[in-house]
Nanobody, 123 residues
Framework: LQLVESGGGLVQPGGSLRLSCAAS????????IGWFRQVPGKVREGVLC????????RWGDSVKGRFTISRDNAKNTVYLQMNNLEPDDTAVYYC?????????????????WGQGTQVTVSS
Protein backbone atom coordinates (compact mmCIF):
# COMPACT_ATOMS: atom_id res chain seq x y z
CA LEU A 1 0.00 0.00 0.00
CA GLN A 2 1.34 3.41 -0.93
CA LEU A 3 0.05 6.95 -0.53
CA VAL A 4 1.65 9.99 -2.15
CA GLU A 5 0.61 13.54 -1.22
CA SER A 6 1.12 16.55 -3.45
CA GLY A 7 -0.12 20.11 -3.87
CA GLY A 8 1.51 21.80 -0.92
CA GLY A 9 3.20 25.17 -1.17
CA LEU A 10 3.21 28.77 -0.07
CA VAL A 11 -0.08 30.67 0.03
CA GLN A 12 -1.15 34.03 1.44
CA PRO A 13 -3.61 34.26 4.33
CA GLY A 14 -7.15 33.98 3.03
CA GLY A 15 -6.03 31.93 0.05
CA SER A 16 -6.81 28.36 -0.98
CA LEU A 17 -4.92 25.18 -1.76
CA ARG A 18 -5.96 21.71 -2.83
CA LEU A 19 -3.87 18.78 -1.67
CA SER A 20 -3.97 15.42 -3.42
CA CYS A 21 -3.39 11.97 -2.01
CA ALA A 22 -2.89 9.32 -4.68
CA ALA A 23 -3.10 5.67 -3.71
CA SER A 24 -1.45 2.68 -5.33
CA UNK A 25 -1.64 -1.01 -4.58
CA UNK A 26 -5.19 -0.89 -3.24
CA UNK A 27 -8.63 0.61 -3.93
CA UNK A 28 -8.84 3.84 -1.99
CA UNK A 29 -12.65 3.94 -2.09
CA UNK A 30 -12.81 0.93 0.25
CA UNK A 31 -10.86 2.66 3.01
CA UNK A 32 -11.62 5.34 5.53
CA ILE A 33 -9.36 8.28 4.80
CA GLY A 34 -7.93 10.83 7.18
CA TRP A 35 -5.99 14.04 6.75
CA PHE A 36 -3.61 15.11 9.50
CA ARG A 37 -1.06 17.84 10.04
CA GLN A 38 1.99 18.37 12.17
CA VAL A 39 4.08 21.33 13.21
CA PRO A 40 7.65 20.68 14.43
CA GLY A 41 7.67 20.04 18.15
CA LYS A 42 3.94 19.38 18.35
CA VAL A 43 1.82 16.23 18.16
CA ARG A 44 0.19 15.25 14.90
CA GLU A 45 -3.33 16.71 14.70
CA GLY A 46 -6.40 15.26 13.01
CA VAL A 47 -7.79 17.65 10.39
CA LEU A 48 -10.72 15.75 8.97
CA CYS A 49 -11.70 12.30 7.75
CA UNK A 50 -14.24 10.54 5.53
CA UNK A 51 -15.84 7.13 5.82
CA UNK A 52 -15.11 4.45 3.27
CA UNK A 53 -17.43 4.52 0.24
CA UNK A 54 -19.28 7.69 1.23
CA UNK A 55 -18.60 11.35 1.91
CA UNK A 56 -19.58 11.37 5.58
CA UNK A 57 -16.98 13.67 7.09
CA ARG A 58 -15.74 14.47 10.57
CA TRP A 59 -13.76 17.63 11.20
CA GLY A 60 -11.24 18.83 13.71
CA ASP A 61 -12.48 21.94 15.48
CA SER A 62 -9.88 24.21 13.95
CA VAL A 63 -10.86 23.63 10.30
CA LYS A 64 -14.61 23.04 10.26
CA GLY A 65 -16.27 25.20 7.64
CA ARG A 66 -13.00 25.85 5.80
CA PHE A 67 -11.67 22.44 4.71
CA THR A 68 -13.48 19.74 2.74
CA ILE A 69 -12.59 16.28 1.50
CA SER A 70 -13.53 14.62 -1.77
CA ARG A 71 -12.69 11.45 -3.67
CA ASP A 72 -12.07 10.72 -7.34
CA ASN A 73 -12.45 6.97 -7.44
CA ALA A 74 -11.49 6.78 -11.11
CA LYS A 75 -8.10 8.29 -10.24
CA ASN A 76 -7.83 6.43 -6.92
CA THR A 77 -7.18 9.81 -5.34
CA VAL A 78 -8.58 11.84 -2.46
CA TYR A 79 -8.38 15.62 -2.15
CA LEU A 80 -8.24 18.08 0.70
CA GLN A 81 -9.65 21.46 -0.33
CA MET A 82 -8.45 24.16 2.05
CA ASN A 83 -10.10 27.58 1.91
CA ASN A 84 -9.62 30.79 3.87
CA LEU A 85 -6.23 29.62 5.04
CA GLU A 86 -4.69 31.10 8.17
CA PRO A 87 -1.05 31.27 9.33
CA ASP A 88 -1.91 28.67 12.00
CA ASP A 89 -2.67 26.21 9.20
CA THR A 90 1.04 26.08 8.39
CA ALA A 91 2.19 22.48 8.82
CA VAL A 92 3.17 19.30 7.05
CA TYR A 93 -0.03 17.63 5.89
CA TYR A 94 -0.41 13.86 5.75
CA CYS A 95 -3.06 11.55 4.37
CA UNK A 96 -3.65 8.15 5.92
CA UNK A 97 -5.97 5.19 5.37
CA UNK A 98 -7.74 2.73 7.61
CA UNK A 99 -9.37 -0.46 6.27
CA UNK A 100 -12.38 0.09 8.55
CA UNK A 101 -15.59 1.69 7.27
CA UNK A 102 -15.97 4.46 9.85
CA UNK A 103 -13.30 7.10 10.00
CA UNK A 104 -11.86 8.94 12.96
CA UNK A 105 -9.44 11.81 13.40
CA UNK A 106 -7.29 9.86 15.83
CA UNK A 107 -3.76 9.17 14.63
CA UNK A 108 -3.55 5.73 16.23
CA UNK A 109 -6.36 4.34 14.06
CA UNK A 110 -4.41 4.64 10.80
CA UNK A 111 -1.81 2.04 9.84
CA UNK A 112 -0.82 3.46 6.43
CA TRP A 113 0.54 6.98 5.83
CA GLY A 114 1.86 9.14 3.06
CA GLN A 115 5.14 11.04 3.26
CA GLY A 116 3.57 14.45 3.82
CA THR A 117 3.49 17.76 1.95
CA GLN A 118 4.42 21.17 3.37
CA VAL A 119 1.82 23.93 3.50
CA THR A 120 2.98 27.40 4.47
CA VAL A 121 0.52 30.25 4.96
CA SER A 122 2.31 33.56 5.07
CA SER A 123 2.21 37.02 3.58
Amino acid sequence: LQLVESGGGLVQPGGSLRLSCAASGFTLANYAIGWFRQVPGKVREGVLCANARDETTRWGDSVKGRFTISRDNAKNTVYLQMNNLEPDDTAVYYCAVDPKYYCSISVENYPTWGQGTQVTVSS
